[in-house]
Every structure is written in structure tokens, then in C-alpha cells.
């Protein structure tokens, strides 16, 4: 096995596999930016410390478009380069997708030495990192690959400059057929990680039709990364789900069952962070994990209350639920982490968003306010029925009491006679039983 195809096999190594690294920060100022570049080069920092990089340097330019050949000016790129070996630094960061032109010419100026990535390549690098499911991991490996492909020009360039005799003619052979060569490694490796996980898919497809076929109201997190969803998720209903003030520390979807204080049994999933600059691929790669928030009845959207960008990050979250097709579901904003502010921000925050709930993961504080509109928005669809159910189908008593709310139950002669609110998907099995002129 080559070394390339070691790497391919196993995918490559995160940063934190390794020493920790010595990172120059790049960004560049365009007209029109959603973000101010201080507060993105500020989140670029803490993904390269969640991958386990240390920032040692950063710079930037103002630029009307971005240069074709280097993306910054032939200057900065230069100055990026002195600035690399004055720190002594091992790579330096983009928070600009490059182009595989652009890359290939920064490494040929900044040295071989040092790394030259981009924001994208640094998401998945962290995303290689913190996934743990076969599915997570497949779907990592996946855009993994769909971002390497058109990268690998100049990986096996060594193969042709070094051959004997050099001059016309050299440029060209084993270079370039192992060139090919590892393009179809690559393509074929990607048709076998979208079979696998279009197996995983159906599996997981078929767990969510049993989920839709129960009938249970079906809540959904999503959010910008490190907003405290998982947080959230473990204070409602007391889940282990993986918790940690870092960017991105979960990547599964966790779904679990959680009873409204009517005794309705409800579901509640937590889904992997969205950030600005989501990579396409990720999105695409994560699309099974993505169908649980289209598959909702409710998106809880969670925001950290905390951060000096969460209108920017609630923006980032709009255009990604968008993006798979959420927008039409009911949503609910949560401003989580509401201890960490101030009365003055608290005043602020109330104001700008009257009809958002305030919470608390941590302390609990506003968690009894948001079950309650839960349960208001599970049984806003509700069907208000009069039944009356022959003691023969206590079954029926059982669904009931299980997956409707019970208004009020006597048992008379002929049965079991319940005023209840029931969903949907029950509203049709009561119905038969319906008492006239209730």
C-alpha cells in the first residue's frame, strides 16, 4: 500500500493527532461581508484550537475581490510567507475557501514546510476528529474525499521532477498516470462511502418512520455550534449526550423520548452545530443526519444569548435550514446561556426578541416556561374528541392515555368515555369511536 493510499484508508490526520501545530491566521475584508472580519478571524481562532492548533500570528487585507492566483495580492502573499518563518510556523489558515489553484501556488510561495488550508479543510479536520458513529464518520470521510478530488494535482508532482534526464518530455509519465491513478481511487472510494451510507440511510429512515408512525410530537434543536444544545437537551431529559464548551463537540443526532407534564410522551433530537461558511459538501454529506430537522414537527433554535454575533449566527442557521428545505416548519428561537448576561443585556434581549424564550442549561432557569410552549405547539394541531370506547377495546384506553392528552375519563356502562385531545396521526383511529353531538 502507498503512502497515499494509507492516508486515503484511514483518512487524514487530525491536528490534535499531532504536535500541537503553529498557525498563521489569513483574512481578507471584501465589500458586503455578513461578518465583521475581527469576529470571523476570532471564530477561525477557536477552530484551530479545537483542532489543536496554536495561533501565533494574524493578518489581513482589504481586498474589492479576491485574486485568482493567489487570493490575497502577490505582496501579502509574500509577507504571509516571511511572516510564516519569522514564527516559525508549521501552517497557515484561510478563513476564505481557496481554490486548488490558489492553494497549490500559496504552498509554492509560503514553502513546502508549511501547511496551506482553508477554512473548509480546517471544519473537517475537526469534524474527523469529534465524529464517533460509523455514520458520522462515514459521512466525514465522505466530504473528506469530495473536498480532496480536485486537490490532488501537484501531490505526485515529486514523481516527475525527480525522474532522470529532466527537459522536454520529463513533465509528464509516472506523475501523471499515478495522478489518474488516485483520481479513481478517490472517485471509487466516494461511490463506496454514498452506498454505505445510503444503507445507513435506509436503516436510519425506516427508525424515523417507526418514530413518525407512533404519532409522537417530534422536536428538533438546531443551531449554531457551541449554542448549548446538547446542554439543553441533558436538562430536559436528563440524557448523557456529549457536552463541552468546544466548537462542534457533538456530530450525531441524538433523539430521545421526554414527557410533558400532561403525561404525553414527545421526542426531542439534538443535531450537529451549523457555523458561517458551512462547507456545501458537509451539508451534503450530512444529509441523513440533516433529516431530522425536516422530519420535525417543532425547531427549537437555540442561540448562545452570550455571544456578540448571535444575530449573526441566527442568521448563519436561517440560511442552512433554508438550504434543506426547513423553512416552513413552525419554529421556536431559545436564547440559551441567558446567566452570563447582564440586566442591561437581558433588557436589550427582551426588547429585539419579545417573543423568544430565555434559558438557562445550566441553571434551569426558563426551562419550565419553554416545556410549556412545547406542549402548547404539540397540542395546537390537536383534534378536540368526545369517545366513547367498549370496555373490549381497552387498547384503545392505552393509546390514549399514552399518546393523546386525557381532558377527562368515566367509565359508564357501555365503556370508557374520554373527552382528549389527539394528534394527527390518531385524530382517524378515535373517530369511529365519537360520540354524537359531542
Same mark, same amino acid.
Given at each position: 500500500?502507498?503512502?497515499?493510499?494509507?492516508?486515503?484508508?484511514?483518512?487524514? /490526520?487530525?491536528?490534535?493527532?499531532?504536535?500541537?501545530?503553529?498557525?498563521?491566521?489569513?483574512?481578507?475584508?471584501?465589500?458586503?461581508?455578513?461578518?465583521?472580519?475581527?469576529?470571523? !478571524?476570532?471564530?477561525?481562532?477557536?477552530?484551530?484550537?479545537?483542532?489543536?492548533?496554536?495561533?501565533?500570528?494574524?493578518?489581513?487585507?482589504?481586498?474589492?475581490?479576491?485574486?485568482?492566483?493567489?487570493?490575497?495580492?502577490? %505582496?501579502?502573499?509574500?509577507?504571509?510567507?516571511?511572516?510564516?518563518?519569522?514564527?516559525?510556523?508549521?501552517?497557515?489558515?484561510?478563513?476564505?475557501?481557496?481554490?486548488?489553484?490558489?492553494?497549490?501556488?500559496?504552498? /509554492?510561495?509560503?514553502?513546502?514546510?508549511?501547511?496551506?488550508?482553508?477554512?473548509?479543510?480546517?471544519?473537517?479536520?475537526?469534524?474527523?476528529?469529534?465524529?464517533? +458513529?460509523?455514520?458520522?464518520?462515514?459521512?466525514?470521510?465522505?466530504?473528506?474525499?469530495?473536498?480532496?478530488?480536485?486537490?490532488?494535482?501537484?501531490?505526485?508532482?515529486?514523481?516527475?521532477?525527480?525522474?532522470?534526464?529532466?527537459?522536454?518530455?520529463?513533465?509528464?509519465?509516472? %506523475?501523471?498516470?499515478?495522478?489518474?491513478?488516485?483520481?479513481?481511487?478517490?472517485?471509487?472510494?466516494?461511490?463506496?462511502?454514498?452506498?454505505?451510507?445510503?444503507?445507513?440511510?435506509?436503516?436510519?429512515?425506516?427508525?424515523?418512520?417507526?418514530?413518525?408512525? +407512533? #404519532?409522537?410530537?417530534?422536536?428538533?434543536?438546531?443551531?449554531?455550534?457551541?449554542?448549548?444544545?446538547?446542554?439543553?437537551?441533558?436538562?430536559?431529559?436528563?440524557?448523557?449526550?456529549? +457536552?463541552?464548551?468546544?466548537?462542534?463537540?457533538?456530530?450525531?443526532?441524538?433523539?430521545?423520548?421526554?414527557? !410533558?407534564?400532561?403525561?404525553?410522551?414527545?421526542?426531542?433530537?439534538?443535531?450537529?452545530?451549523?457555523?458561517?461558511?458551512?462547507?456545501?459538501?458537509?451539508?451534503?454529506?450530512?444529509?441523513?443526519?440533516?433529516?431530522?430537522? &425536516?422530519?420535525?414537527?417543532?425547531?427549537?433554535?437555540?442561540?448562545?444569548?452570550?455571544?456578540?454575533?448571535?444575530? %449573526?449566527?441566527?442568521?448563519?442557521?436561517?440560511?442552512?435550514?433554508?438550504?434543506? #428545505?426547513?423553512?416552513?416548519?413552525?419554529? !421556536?428561537?431559545?436564547?440559551?446561556?441567558?446567566?452570563?448576561?447582564?440586566?442591561?443585556?437581558?433588557?436589550?434581549?427582551? #426588547?429585539?426578541?419579545?417573543?423568544?424564550?430565555?434559558?438557562?442549561?445550566?441553571?434551569?432557569?426558563?426551562?419550565?416556561?419553554?416545556?410549556?410552549?412545547?406542549?402548547?405547539?404539540?397540542?395546537?394541531?390537536?383534534?378536540?374528541?368526545?369517545?366513547?370506547?367498549?370496555?373490549?377495546?381497552?387498547?384503545?384506553?392505552?393509546?390514549?392515555?399514552?399518546?393523546?392528552?386525557?381532558?377527562?375519563?368515566?367509565?359508564?356502562?357501555?365503556? &370508557?368515555?374520554?373527552?382528549?385531545?389527539?394528534?394527527?396521526?390518531?385524530? %382517524?383511529?378515535?373517530?369511529?369511536?365519537?360520540?354524537?353531538?359531542?
Amino acid at each position: 500500500m502507498t503512502e497515499f493510499e494509507s492516508v486515503i484508508e484511514r483518512g487524514p /490526520k487530525t491536528l490534535a493527532e499531532e504536535r500541537r501545530e503553529r498557525a498563521v491566521l489569513v483574512g481578507v475584508e471584501r465589500p458586503g461581508l455578513k461578518w465583521p472580519l475581527a469576529s470571523s !478571524l476570532a471564530e477561525l481562532e477557536r477552530l484551530a484550537d479545537t483542532a489543536g492548533a496554536e495561533t501565533v500570528a494574524v493578518t489581513t487585507q482589504r481586498l474589492d475581490a479576491p485574486n485568482p492566483r493567489t487570493f490575497v495580492g502577490s %505582496g501579502k502573499a509574500e509577507e504571509i510567507a516571511d511572516l510564516a518563518r519569522a514564527h516559525a510556523a508549521d501552517l497557515v489558515i484561510f478563513d476564505d475557501e481557496l481554490t486548488p489553484s490558489q492553494q497549490s501556488n500559496l504552498e /509554492k510561495i509560503v514553502g513546502r514546510d508549511v501547511k496551506v488550508i482553508d477554512r473548509t479543510a480546517l471544519i473537517l479536520d475537526i469534524f474527523a476528529l469529534h465524529a464517533t +458513529s460509523k455514520e458520522g464518520r462515514l459521512q466525514v470521510r465522505l466530504a473528506q474525499n469530495q473536498y480532496l478530488l480536485p486537490r490532488l494535482r501537484g501531490m505526485w508532482a515529486h514523481l516527475a521532477s525527480n525522474r532522470m534526464g529532466g527537459g522536454v518530455g520529463s513533465r509528464f509519465g509516472e %506523475g501523471e498516470s499515478q495522478l489518474e491513478v488516485d483520481r479513481r481511487m478517490v472517485r471509487k472510494r466516494i461511490t463506496s462511502i454514498k452506498r454505505e451510507l445510503a444503507h445507513l440511510a435506509e436503516v436510519r429512515a425506516v427508525q424515523r418512520e417507526s418514530r413518525y408512525a +407512533s #404519532g409522537m410530537f417530534k422536536v428538533a434543536l438546531a443551531g449554531y455550534t457551541n449554542a448549548g444544545k446538547s446542554s439543553l437537551i441533558n436538562r430536559l431529559t436528563d440524557a448523557d449526550v456529549l +457536552s463541552y464548551d468546544k466548537l462542534f463537540a457533538t456530530l450525531d443526532s441524538t433523539t430521545r423520548k421526554f414527557e !410533558l407534564p400532561e403525561g404525553r410522551e414527545i421526542t426531542i433530537t439534538d443535531t450537529v452545530g451549523f457555523i458561517q461558511k458551512l462547507p456545501t459538501t458537509l451539508v451534503e454529506a450530512f444529509k441523513s443526519t440533516l433529516d431530522e430537522i &425536516t422530519g420535525a414537527d417543532l425547531i427549537l433554535h437555540v442561540v448562545d444569548a452570550s455571544s456578540p454575533e448571535y444575530e %449573526g449566527q441566527i442568521e448563519a442557521v436561517q440560511e442552512v435550514l433554508d438550504q434543506i #428545505g426547513a423553512q416552513d416548519i413552525p419554529r !421556536l428561537e431559545v436564547f440559551n446561556k441567558v446567566d452570563l448576561l447582564d440586566g442591561e443585556a437581558r433588557t436589550a434581549l427582551e #426588547g429585539r426578541y419579545p417573543l423568544a424564550l430565555r434559558v438557562s442549561a445550566e441553571t434551569g432557569e426558563g426551562t419550565g416556561e419553554l416545556v410549556e410552549r412545547i406542549a402548547q405547539a404539540a397540542a395546537a394541531a390537536d383534534a378536540h374528541l368526545e369517545v366513547l370506547i367498549p370496555y373490549q377495546r381497552g387498547d384503545l384506553v392505552s393509546v390514549a392515555h399514552e399518546r393523546c392528552h386525557i381532558v377527562s375519563e368515566t367509565h359508564e356502562e357501555a365503556g &370508557t368515555r374520554l373527552v382528549l385531545l389527539a394528534g394527527p396521526a390518531y385524530a %382517524g383511529v378515535f373517530e369511529p369511536f365519537c360520540v354524537e353531538g359531542a
